[in-house]
């Protein structure tokens, strides 16, 4: 089982940058692909980011490419969403997943955190 915890929400002003961080437990990051993604109310969640085990590859919605950079780091069992030139259409609630696998596909991640609120104002 694994465990995510995401860190790094808040509000921002429309223009800004925040960076959100998750951190899975246990000791086997390297082994797992990890995404992000968000939800607003009445809406389903979406796909925005995922990078893959080796962190050689990653994926984005077409909403956030240019704007959004996620990474990993191994060693310290993190991964990270940077987000530039936010947009008040990017408030929402994001959330960490990962899986075994790379690229699951929108309803294959198996891991899921609790989620970190993100407010843009404009």
């Known amino acids: 089982q694994v465990r995510l915890v995401e860190s790094g929400g808040g509000l921002v002003q429309a223009g800004g940058s925040l960076r959100l961080s998750c951190a899975p437990s246990g000791r086997t990051f390297r082994s797992y692909a990890m995404g992000w993604f968000r939800q607003t109310p009445g809406r389903e969640r979406e796909f925005v980011a995922a990078?893959?085990?080796?962190?050689?590859?990653?994926h984005y919605a077409d909403s956030v490419k240019g704007r959004f950079t996620i990474s990993r780091e191994n060693a310290k069992n993190t991964v990270y969403l940077q987000m530039n030139s936010l947009k008040p259409e990017d408030t929402a609630v994001y959330y960490c997943t990962a899986d075994l696998q790379d690229y699951p596909g929108p309803t294959g991640w198996a891991y899921w955190g609790q989620g970190t609120q993100v407010t843009v104002s404009s």
């Open positions: 990078i893959t085990r080796s962190g050689g590859g990653s």
